[in-house]
């Protein structure tokens, strides 16, 4: 049976006793700094694995920071699927009205008129998310 990394990274969680929230909600800022620090350190790893090339090297890295990632999400109580498809949404509704890429002269992705940004937000309330005073819910 295939295993989403997100239940993946919550049994780790779960196995350790690290935290998982039930809901959107801000983690306590050491929580928030000490993941900081956790994903920092692999993004340099990673840096270091992509300086030397080693390709095993590179693709352990990628999935440290994929790993930590989705931790920091669970932390947070966010379902980051549901996060990363709205983004994937957004980012697909960049093709033109022909189904085909617009893109800049050094190559960069541009937005098409059928542009629609992601609307995080509204993912997050649907998670069971109520925004605090001065957090975002557009
Ligand atoms: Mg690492």
Known sequence: MHSSIQ??????????????????????LQLS??????LAEEVAELAEASA????DHIA?????????????ALVHGIDLDAVIAEV??????KLGPDGRPTL??????LKGPS???PDVSAVLRHQ???PGPGESSS
């Open 60 to 72: 352990q890295e990628l999935a440290d920071v994929v790993y930590i990632a989705y931790g920091t």
């Open 52 to 55: 030397v090339g080693d390709l």
């Open 115 to 117: 542009y629609r940004a």
């Open 33 to 38: 700094l000490h993941r900081q620090d956790l």
């Open 7 to 28: 239940d993946l990274v919550r049994d780790f969680h779960r196995a350790f006793g690290l935290d998982v929230a039930p809901r959107p909600a801000t983690a306590a």
């Open 104 to 109: 800049r002269a050094d190559g960069k992705v």
């Open 128 to 130: 069971g998310w109520t």
């Open 88 to 93: 994937h949404r957004a980012n697909m509704s």
